[in-house]
């Protein structure tokens, strides 16, 4: 089985946990509030299997999509003491947004445990690419160069430069590059509407995690080989430039291309520098195959003092949640391309990809990637769309405002039917444009 579906794989014991875990928030919240369960479901119906059990229902349904809690009395017509029609406001709103809290405590939780457990790595940011006669090429901004500060404020992600950009559309913006050891100071205006197929500067960013880069082998008879690298060197610096990303490796090799390149190694405690020659690299061609050099990438993580650990998870959760709220405007406002939308199909493909280009661990990549679609969940729960739970708090919101009067059951219930017909649809389209992205090759990274 090829690598690659393997590591897509991944997705379904982690969406199984999620759906799970949100499911169980409200069955919890409804033995609580006091309202009986009638069924728990995995998938949306028909149903495939049920088994009965302390007078539960649990289901497995055909639509692999999602789960649901059905409790007495959501029809609006049961009104016995049991039954979830018969609670207040406030017990009905609990235990619609109970899914969503369990997903955002779950999210604290699993990144409480990286950094407890793993620590904390820090990110170097690079310009990948430069679209010609783009802002940032007006700027003098050069691929590999590493951007150190964005007005004023240093950065340390790929999407906190992606934001500012956005935020300063039409008006300078003062960027700090760092190009071959030397500060570059630059003032770059993003556009307020760039071209679909770039952003407000016209850059690609990439985000690479400092790491301690050696090589783990050298073909025989390339030009690895014969420059005398041996499995276990450290690569210190590639040109001058201090090697401790894998990126400025790639682009060491790449901008040498066709000549010779430094390397300074570190060999058994010491250092000395060799002359790698560097073929010609083919168009969309692996810098590294072509001189036979391979690379073992070790993340170097920062061990978080234990009074810190629990703060440092909830700064980093809540950074998470800022950025995909912003990512969600910027989808509402036509900002961000639909493209970017995944259902169950997409979002293997992104595990695969992610699993693919990560450096670190397993587990904490998937740790990171489970965190990330927990989040998710939980926002994407809350938007008041028919049929999702922020729909339905939407109409306990409107039954508040109007003194404790409900809208006639029935009607809520044509809203919500009609919502979920749509939503099966949206998730089927999506299914299809998934499938077509991985047919026609196209990546979720950039």
């Known amino acids: 089985m090829p690598d690659g579906l393997i590591n897509a794989l991944y997705i379904v014991p982690i969406l199984a946990v999620l759906i799970l875990v949100h499911e169980f928030g409200h069955f919890f919240a409804a033995r609580w509030v006091g309202a009986k369960v009638e069924e728990f479901g995995i ?120 934001a500012s950009a956005k935020n300063f559309g039409g ?43 050696s090589v783990a082998g050298a073909a025989d008879g390339s030009a690895a080989a014969k420059s005398g690298l041996q499995a276990g060197d450290r690569i210190v610096a590639i040109a001058g430039e201090p090697a401790d990303t894998q990126f400025v490796v790639y682009t060491g090799l790449v901008n040498k291309q066709g ?24 168009v969309d061609g692996d810098p590294y195959a072509e001189t036979g050099l391979e690379l073992k990438v070790e993340p170097i993580f920062e061990k978080v003092p234990l009074l810190q650990v629990i703060p440092r998870g909830l700064s980093d959760v809540w950074a998470q949640i800022t950025q995909m709220i912003a990512g969600l405007r910027d989808l509402l406002t036509g900002k961000a391309s639909l493209g970017q939308i995944a259902g169950p199909i997409g979002m293997g493909q992104i595990t695969s990809e992610v699993i693919d280009a990560s450096p670190l661990p397993l587990w904490v990549t998937l740790a990171q990637l489970a965190t990330l679609l927990s989040l998710n969940l939980a926002i994407l729960n809350l938007l008041p769309l028919p049929a999702l739970d922020g729909g339905r708090l939407f109409f306990i919101l409107i039954e508040v405002l109007r003194g404790g009067k409900r809208i006639p059951p029935e009607r809520e219930g044509v809203v919500h039917l009609a919502g979920m017909i749509l939503l099966i649809g949206v998730m089927f389209v999506v299914a299809f444009l998934d499938i077509g992205r991985i047919l026609g090759g196209q990546s979720f990274l950039p």
Do not use: H
């Not at 913006?173 to 993003?190: A, C, F, H, N, W």
């Open 259 to 282: 000549s010779s390149v430094p390397l300074t190694i570190e060999r058994a405690g010491a250092e000395q520098t060799i002359t790698l020659d560097v073929p010609v690299i083919a």
């Open 43 to 162: 998938g949306i119906p028909p149903r495939l299997k049920g088994w009965e059990r302390n007078g539960v229902i649990w289901s497995l349904n055909w639509i692999p999509f999602g789960g649901f809690v059905r409790v007495k009395g959501e029809d609006g017509k049961d009104v016995e003491p049991d039954s979830m029609n018969s609670k207040s406001a406030l017990q009905r709103a609990f235990f619609l947004a109970a899914g969503s809290i369990m997903n955002l405590l779950l999210a604290i939780l699993l990144m409480v445990l990286v950094v407890g457990f793993q620590g904390v790595s820090s990110s170097s940011i690079y310009i990948g690419e430069v679209a010609p006669d783009s802002p940032a090429a007006q700027a003098g901004w050069l691929p590999g160069d590493r951007i150190i500060e964005v007005a004023g404020v240093p950065v340390t992600s790929s999407s906190q430069v992606g």
């Open 171 to 213: 008006k300078p913006m003062s960027v700090k590059l760092e190009r071959d050891g030397q500060i570059v100071d630059s003032t770059v205006t993003p556009r307020a509407n760039p071209p679909a197929d770039q952003g407000p500067t016209g850059v690609k960013v990439s985000e690479d995690v400092i790491s301690r880069v």
